[in-house]
């Protein structure tokens, strides 16, 4: 079965899900970390399904559909520090974490195997092009 946008990738449902229960976790974290930790574990997480959007818009192109792939496993693996980084503070348990972590793992070797298998992706024949639309109304006025 072919996508025909993003949305429906399973990686890009995956990473959602991991930025809204990262979203959900983070609001338990105390105020002092608002703009530091809390942001940038909402950024990174957030960030990962952004680009995958950005990938699958570049998909004409293998390099750059590869480019923003690999911005995406970026994200996930920055998002896995920050996950760490909130045990290590004490805002996260190990169990919250694990669960977390192996989302992130998840997401990264859906991404591995999209980057693996480019070609299948990309390439004009896989761009879905919008049907030719008249712009100009003429009409007959006598």
């Given at each position: 079965?072919?996508?025909?946008?993003?949305?429906?990738?399973?990686?890009?449902?995956?990473?959602?899900?991991?930025?809204?229960?990262?979203?959900?976790?983070?609001?338990?974290?105390?105020?002092?970390e608002t703009f530091a930790l809390t942001d940038q574990m909402r950024r990174s997480s957030r960030a990962i399904g952004?680009?995958?959007?950005?990938?699958?818009?570049?998909?004409?192109?293998?390099?750059?559909?590869?480019?923003?792939?690999?911005?995406?496993?970026?994200?996930?693996?920055?998002?896995?520090?920050?996950?760490?980084?909130?045990?290590?503070?004490?805002?996260?348990?190990?169990?919250?974490?694990?669960?977390l972590l192996q989302k992130c793992e998840e997401i990264g070797r859906l991404l591995g195997g999209m980057m693996s298998?480019?070609?299948?992706?990309?390439?004009?024949?896989?761009?879905?092009?919008?049907?030719?639309?008249?712009?100009?109304?003429?009409?007959?006025?006598?």
């Amino acid at each position: 079965m072919y996508a025909r946008s993003f949305r429906d990738l399973v990686v890009y449902q995956k990473a959602r899900e991991l930025a809204q229960l990262i979203f959900e976790i983070t609001t338990a974290f105390p105020r002092e970390e608002t703009f530091a930790l809390t942001d940038q574990m909402r950024r990174s997480s957030r960030a990962i399904g952004a680009n995958i959007a950005e990938a699958w818009a570049k998909r004409r192109y293998e390099r750059h559909f590869l480019s923003k792939l690999t911005d995406a496993d970026g994200e996930q693996l920055e998002t896995q520090h920050w996950i760490e980084t909130a045990v290590d503070c004490g805002y996260l348990s190990n169990e919250q974490a694990a669960v977390l972590l192996q989302k992130c793992e998840e997401i990264g070797r859906l991404l591995g195997g999209m980057m693996s298998k480019a070609p299948l992706f990309c390439g004009d024949r896989h761009i879905i092009k919008e049907q030719i639309t008249e712009y100009f109304i003429t009409t007959t006025d006598n």
